[in-house]
């Protein structure tokens, strides 16, 4: 799993059947501390995220099939949680009640 930041909404006009229902979401994963690493990646959301969120995802196609149950689903990056808080070495460095009640 990879922790990452949702900082984004996905509306593409491509119809794919096994999408149909589900929102895509831009996402960029982070460090514990909340700077940015690795690639964006647009991936499906299975939670109800939103913008600023931070959250817990799958970027590998098989894991993310057999969660949605469709072995021929065209999908590899599913958003599978949401993240309450990050504690490293006993330090708190994100908490989701801190963030969104400032």
Request: glycine share 10%.
């Amino acid at each position: 799993m990879i922790l990452a930041e949702v900082i984004g909404t996905v509306v593409s006009p491509v119809q794919v059947q096994a999408l149909d229902g589900f929102t895509l979401l831009m996402v960029r994963p982070v460090t514990p501390d909340g700077k940015p690493t690795g690639k964006m990646r647009i991936a499906i959301d299975q939670v109800g995220a939103g913008v600023g969120d931070r959250i817990l995802m799958i970027d590998e196609g098989n894991s993310s099939r057999q969660i949605l149950q469709d072995t021929n689903a065209p999908i590899k990056t599913l958003i599978v949680g949401f993240v309450d808080a990050v504690e490293v070495h006993g330090e708190l460095t994100y908490d989701h009640r801190q963030v969104h009640n400032s």
